[in-house]
């Protein structure tokens, strides 16, 4: 069953609204320069369009008697020397302005994009040879190339736009090929050819969609240039003809006469300043907001909504360290993505989790039932277009849900550390583990270059490096799976972080390297106070360090609890199924139990329990309602079954764990190892 969320939550300061156009213009509106700016060139074109309108003289033919006629009620910015009013002239050299410089970018786009777009797909021989004779051209001078070229199809304004036109269009080819092998790469264009779409769809629909920003940018630059060029060639003769307005002819024409009448050169250059200045300003500007939304949404960001609940609220799970302070709470935590035909799905419902100063709660199920959406949700980590709601999250005593991206920022690496299961991925190989984990601190600590060293090398001694301040200038490929997950876990460390997420942090690495990662992970619980969030779905992992532990099946916690007595006695048929599962001798014990079934898909979840169609002990009332996590009376259990009061259900000794190998964690077949 799917649950649809229906709107979206209102953040308390009233921001994420509907994602979409109102967000987009939101953000332009708060870039005040780029509005100002976009006014001020919006002016301009306005007048220079309807300059006919705006002015009664015609701008080729003027009075003698007004000749060098300083500015006044007529002519207010003047006359020039036959008498012509500059303002006019102004307005109507405007228009050329514009038109060269529509031309010179139409061309530039027209040629480059459709250009560069089929380079950088096909690539190959037809790129290099390309590229080759674009960088031979794109070495000329455009001006000296203008000339030849004026020189071989004759003068003319529109001939001189249409080979700056083509000179840009190089540009555009080189950037636009750039961005299509970048995009390339990406595995969403990996998907859609396994998926059949042909090339022309995938370039013209789904990359160029995606690399529209840059290219945007870089045409309104061009824009900006190209009325510079015009003035240029205006100016060098090799534009417009007499006697038709430019602000380059005006400019020449005020040079000739420059002794009788000096002001005539003013408003000429102050409108080619004004106007490049502007449409300059509008391109960096959406260089910014684009920027900003490519930051985003390539890492996948996205704040937790403060969601007042669709479904009530079940009351707080019990403590079960309740002697101490709380680090981590989190209230109703849900987490949906969109889903072709299903609209939006849950993938995780209704989270509640509690986290203690020096606790270390091991969170455990199959794979696919929602263990990583929620730690990286509490994060803010989860992907846009993902959607996480939560009635609070509370770090210590601060409220974290609805805190935008900056803040959340500050907590992630400052207040919370996380640590990943592919340490070696995690790293950048091209720079040295010293200088990754010394930036580390000093994005978040106001240290010198010197003290961030002393620091990472104290690091590396405390979680287990041998010969740090060695190892420090040697880079990941030098360190072992088990070293490299030190690393992480001291750059995790770096900032003194209250709370630690760490999403199966041994589960790619050997089982001696593994427990000396988990006894490092539970020595620095016991000397700092660390509150550890630990994902594993290795019950070997939880019985060898965990305090707590809880069950998660299908995007719920099914049960929790202190993990001797959820070991010794679980009270959901699930948690004993992935006791029964642990690998353990089958010659005095029997074979191997598994639970049978599969993890529904989180569109298939069942209205009442979760677990109904995998369970042995499924009666009627288990499917007609949704189960709520109730806690069980007793040292801070918890359990969302039905009959956890009446079920005894059995553990399992400890000494069976000691085997440390896994339990099964593929999500579509059952649990038979
Ligand atoms: P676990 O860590 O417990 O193995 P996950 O938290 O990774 O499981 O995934 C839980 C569920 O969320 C899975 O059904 C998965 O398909 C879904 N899921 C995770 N990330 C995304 C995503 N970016 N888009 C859509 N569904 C996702
Ligand atoms: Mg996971």
Redesign the pocket.
């Known amino acids: 069953m799917s649950e649809t969320i229906s709107g979206t939550a209102q953040s308390p300061a009233g921001r994420g609204r509907r994602p979409g156009s109102g967000r987009l213009v939101g953000r332009v509106l708060r870039q005040r320069a780029l509005v100002a700016w976009g006014a001020i060139v919006g002016v301009i074109v306005l007048a220079v369009t309807f300059a006919a309108l705006l002015s009664p003289y015609d701008p080729n033919t003027g009075t003698l008697a007004d000749s060098f006629a300083p500015p006044s009620w007529e002519h207010w910015l003047g006359a020039d020397r036959n008498g012509r009013d500059v303002l006019t002239r102004l307005l109507y050299g405007g228009q050329v302005a514009l038109l060269a410089a529509v031309e010179a970018v139409g061309i530039a786009m027209a040629v480059g994009v459709p250009a560069g777009l089929v380079i950088g797909y096909v690539g190959g021989w037809l790129d290099r040879i390309l590229m080759r004779l674009v960088d031979g051209v794109m070495s000329v001078p455009f001006l000296v190339l203008a000339i030849a070229v004026i020189a071989a199809v004759g003068r003319g304004l529109p001939n001189a736009m249409a080979v700056v036109g083509l000179v840009y269009a190089m540009s555009v080819l080189r950037l636009v090929r750039g961005e299509v092998l970048a995009a390339r790469e990406e595995l969403y264009v990996d998907g859609l050819r396994v998926s059949g779409a042909g090339a022309r769809r995938i370039l013209f629909r789904h990359i160029l969609a995606n690399i529209a920003p840059p290219i945007i940018v870089q045409a309104t630059l061009m824009f900006a240039t190209a009325i510079i060029a015009e003035a240029t060639l205006s100016y060098l003769g090799l534009g417009v003809t007499q006697p038709t307005a430019s602000w380059g002819s005006m400019l020449a024409e005020a040079q000739a006469t420059i002794r009788q009448n000096f002001f005539l050169a003013v408003p000429p250059g102050m409108a080619i300043f004004i106007t490049v200045l502007g449409i300059n300003q509008i391109g960096e500007g959406m260089r910014d907001l684009f920027s900003r939304e490519i930051t985003v949404g390539r890492l996948g960001l996205n704040v937790v909504r403060r969601a007042e609940p669709e479904r009530a609220v079940s009351e707080p799970v019990p403590s079960a360290l309740p002697e101490r302070p709380v680090a981590l709470e989190v209230r109703n935590l849900s987490v949906s993505?969109p889903?072709h035909g299903h609209g939006r799905v849950e993938?995780?419902r209704g989270v509640d989790l509690r986290l203690h100063r020096g606790e270390l709660l091991c969170l455990v199920?199959e794979?696919?039932?929602?263990?990583?959406?929620?730690a990286m949700s509490m994060l803010g980590l989860v992907?846009h277009p993902?959607l996480v709601t939560a009635s609070s999250i509370r770090l210590a005593d601060q409220e974290i849900s609805g805190l935008d991206f900056a803040a959340m920022r500050a907590i992630r690496g400052n207040r919370i550390g996380v640590v990943f299961q592919d340490p070696l991925g995690s790293l950048n190989p091209t720079f040295t583990v010293g200088n990754q984990v010394c930036e580390a601190i000093r994005e978040h600590r106001d240290v010198s270059r010197r003290q961030a060293r002393a620091l990472a090398i104290d690091l590396f001694d405390r979680v287990g490096i041998p010969n740090p301040a060695q190892r420090f200038h040697d880079y990941p490929f030098q360190f072992s799976g088990g070293m490299a997950q030190r690393v992480m876990i001291a750059m995790a460390l770096s900032c003194d972080p209250e709370v630690l997420v760490a999403d199966e942090p041994t589960t790619a690495l050997d089982v001696t390297v593994q427990k000396q990662i988990l006894r490092l992970l539970s020595d620095l619980r016991d000397e700092r106070g660390l509150a550890i969030l630990l994902?594993t779905h290795d019950l070997g992992v939880v019985a060898e360090v965990a305090d707590t532990v809880a069950t998660?099946y299908a995007g719920q916690l099914v049960e929790y609890g202190p993990v001797a007595e959820v070991f010794a006695q679980p009270r959901h048929p699930y948690t004993q199924g992935l006791l029964d599962s642990v690998p353990r001798n089958e010659a005095s014990n029997g074979p191997l139990a598994s639970i049978r079934g599969v993890v529904p898909?989180?569109v298939d979840w069942p209205i009442g329990c979760h677990f109904a169609d995998r369970c042995d002990f499924v009666e009627e009332p288990c499917r007609h309602s949704p189960v709520p996590l109730t806690g069980l009376g007793e040292s801070g259990r918890a359990a969302r079954c039905v009959r956890a009061g009446e079920l005894r259900l059995h553990g399992i000794s400890r000494d069976r764990l000691d085997t440390h190998a896994g339990v099964p964690s593929a999500a579509g077949s059952g649990t038979t190892p």
């Open positions: 993505f889903q993938v995780v199920g794979s696919g039932s929602g263990k990583s959406v929620t992907a993902g994902i998660m898909a989180p």
